[in-house]
């Protein structure tokens, strides 16, 4: 994995997890470069494998086993992840454009995003009509065609068009689950149109014709030259006479490059791809590397296949190492035949190379095993350790006190940026920064204060500002108190100074912003540098003493309420061993980002008697301390916590926050612990939480 002491030199941005970018992560995790930071941006967290796709919509594999998590493979690799849609690239200037964040910077870029198929359908998927790609758009649409099958009382006509090995193959599968979902079989017609007068252009003769045969035993029709051209009001129209009826289209055409390519910048080939030359870099920027459907070699043009994505990984992986060090660039040339292997639904499937071609159950075996042994590949990591290595252009030795402070032009910089992107005019500390800030307390209102500050448990700086200001933030939310202004105190990593205004900039924009959501001024900071990025903020707000919500008011009678799931300081533990899964932290994220001011004003709206903010303690700890305080007994149904999604089985791992058998401690405080020391969920009320929600009693 890639080591995080050395001092940041270079910026290595993947953009998308598409099967090449997975060869690429591998690899960097055995070949760790010191100083070169690799992060990558994508909009999914889990890639499907193209090759058990087909398998998946048949339902001979779940979600899961056609998937690959690419948070695991990414801290295996010591890899930031950024989970967002890229909308721009400026080559010129070397900066990514990310829809809800600000742009990033790169030295080096690789593009891996796959195509879409050339249809009507490039903005978003129909109930009667989508597109085989993006994947799990498709997989959305289909899991609505599922049910629209299972409800639906009356014959249907399901329409594939494409007749390339993708389509026959999706149509073979989608015709097999049907079979099965459909309560009249014999109500599902099937059929394929294709542009071409063949099916299978690329293939040899014998596996055309045996899918020719296959097609015709199952009573799927294929209509050959006819090149559709949209679907409206149920009919498939094009450059052919009369319309073809169909309840539902499925667009499997030949392959279109992503909308924001012509505006990059890069040289684009005749059908709008990235050109590259046979070492996988763009002939115009040498700094930006691309593999798979998104690029196109000359010097040997290829279908855009999922096979040969697979194959461009390990020289793409190499290559961009190459160029980080200043080396001479390998070039890579595929083979000309490659064994295909074309399921047909039903655990049957027809292998083809070259001339020849066979048929059978055994070729089905052949492909499981081989899709199986790629996925297991990405999913079963081996354990890591960290590289120690120095980098020769940043001395290693790192001056204490206020030398580790960072450099006023790196502030200068990121206050120019923030200021073009936010509106700062009234954030003093920002726009016209003193000393020390002035803060003028209302006649008739208490001066509210409270601090936090922790380490980075996040790779990514933006969200990692949003949720420490969210975080600190709720104490004076918990109290019944709007925020007025705060004080923050960043760390960003050893680097080169773009590096850390890099850095710096994506921070403070999460802390700016979340800040202005709340109505909170920023009055001042500072910044510095250290091993670990860290964000902290002493926040202020104002108060009438009888307007707060204080933790003493809890009376007998009450109802608690809790207004967040449990269980994140479980799952970043897990994240920390490469065990959570991508989909359980993006919900907790999700959580994470939202402040707790609407709630807490819920709370006031329905009088509560007392509240607190369940954070670093747990909630044992925090509900002790409200126990103590209105000398009162609480009582909790255990079996009724809410949980963020994978923390119960993470728990059960054994998996739990090192700050955990501290917060157990106060276990002897529990009058009936030992009744449930056994529960599952006993552990998860002493899990520390980052950002959590509040806790409060109303009366019932």
């Known amino acids: 994995m890639q080591n995080k002491d050395s001092p940041i030199t270079s910026d290595l941005v993947l953009i998308g997890g598409g099967h090449s970018h997975l060869f690429v992560l591998r690899h960097l995790a055995m070949n760790p470069q010191p100083g ?41 690799a010591g890899v930031r992840v950024i989970h967002a849609e890229v909308t721009a690239i400026d ?55 599922e049910q629209r099958l299972l409800e639906s009382d009356r014959d249907l006509q399901l329409a594939v068009i494409g007749g390339g090995a993708g389509g026959i193959e999706l149509t073979l599968s989608l015709h097999y689950r049907a ?96 050109a590259l030359n046979p070492c996988l870099q763009s002939v115009s920027h040498d700094d930006v590397f691309a593999a798979g459907d998104v690029g196109a070699v000359a010097d040997y043009p290829r279908p855009k296949s999922g096979v040969f994505a697979v194959r461009q990984g390990i020289p793409l992986a190499r290559n961009l190492i190459l160029k980080y060090q200043q080396r001479a660039l390998r070039p890579f040339r595929p083979q000309a035949q490659f064994l295909s292997l074309i399921s047909t639904g039903d655990r049957f499937a027809v292998a083809s190379r070259g001339p020849w071609a066979f ?87 208490e001066l509210i204060q409270s601090i936090d500050h922790f380490r980075s448990f996040i790779d990514d ?36 100074e ?34 670990q990025m860290s964000c902290g903020l002493s926040v202020n707000g104002f108060a009438r003493p009888e307007d707060l919500i204080l933790k003493n008011g809890v009376r007998p009678g009450d109802l608690l309420v809790l207004t967040r799931p449990l269980g994140s300081g479980v799952l970043f533990a897990a994240d920390m061993q490469g065990k959570a899964r991508g989909d359980w932290l993006d919900a907790a994220i999700e959580q994470m980002l939202v402040s707790n001011r609407e709630a807490a004003s819920c ?51 054994g998996i739990l926050s090192s700050l955990q058998p501290q917060n157990i401690r106060i276990r002897h405080s529990i009058k009936d612990a030992e009744d449930f020391s056994t529960h599952e969920n006993y552990p998860l009320v002493f899990d520390p939480q980052t950002a959590g929600g509040l806790v409060a009693s109303i009366a019932e």
């Open 498 to 531: 773009d590096k850390q205004s890099q850095d710096l900039y994506q921070l403070m924009s999460g802390v700016v912003e979340t800040l202005q959501q709340n109505a909170t001024l920023l009055v001042g900071g500072h910044s510095g540098e250290a091993s």
């Open 461 to 496: 700086p933006y969200l990692f500002g949003r949720i420490a200001t969210n975080h600190a933030l709720s104490d004076l939310h918990a109290m019944g108190v709007d925020a007025h202004s705060a004080l923050v105190i960043a760390n960003v990593v050893y680097g080169s």
């Open 91 to 145: 080559a010129e200037r070397k900066q990514i454009t990310i829809t809800g964040r600000p742009s990033l910077d790169y030295d080096l870029l690789s593009i891996n995003t796959g195509s879409r198929p050339t249809s009507p359908l490039l903005e978003s998927q129909q109930n009667d009509q989508f597109a085989v790609k993006p994947v799990d758009r498709f997989i959305d649409s289909w899991h609505r065609l």
């Open 359 to 445: 048929q059978g159950k055994w070729c089905w075996w052949l492909k499981d095993r081989i899709d199986r042994k790629f996925i297991r590949r990405f999913s079963e990591l081996p354990d890591m350790t960290s590289v120690e290595d120095d980098s020769g252009d940043i001395a290693p030795m790192r001056c204490g006190g206020c030398g580790s402070k960072v450099g006023s032009e790196i502030l200068e910089r990121v206050i120019d940026q923030i200021g073009q992107k936010y509106d700062i005019s009234n954030d003093c500390g920002l726009e016209h920064p003193d000393d020390a800030a002035l803060i003028r307390v209302p006649a008739g209102r």
């Open 603 to 653: 709370l006031r709206e329905f009088r509560a008697s007392a509240c607190t903010d369940v954070t670093g303690f747990g909630l044992a700890g925090h509900l002790f301390e409200m126990a103590r305080e209105s000398a009162c007994a609480i009582e909790i149904f255990i079996d009724r916590l809410p949980l963020y999604p994978g923390v119960a089985r993470l728990a059960r791992q």
């Open 179 to 274: 079979a099965q979902l459909a309560r009249r079989q014999a109500g599902l017609k099937f059929l394929i149109v294709t542009d071409r007068d063949e099916l299978l252009p690329g293939h040899n003769k014998r596996a055309r014709q045996m899918f020719v045969d296959i097609l015709k035993r199952r009573s799927i029709r294929v209509y050959y030259q006819h090149r559709v051209t949209e679907f409206r009001d149920g009919f498939l129209q094009g450059d052919f006479e009369a319309p073809i009826a169909a309840d539902t289209a499925i667009w499997v055409t030949h392959a279109s490059p992503a909308d924001w390519l012509p505006d990059s910048g890069l040289a684009l080939d005749d059908n709008g791809f990235i």
């Open 36 to 76: 070169l930071r690799i992060t990558l941006v994508t909009r999914d967290l889990h890639t499907p494998y193209s090759g058990m796709l087909p398998g998946f919509v048949a339902g001979h594999y779940d979600f899961g086993e056609a998937h690959i998590d690419l948070l695991p493979l990414a801290r295996f």
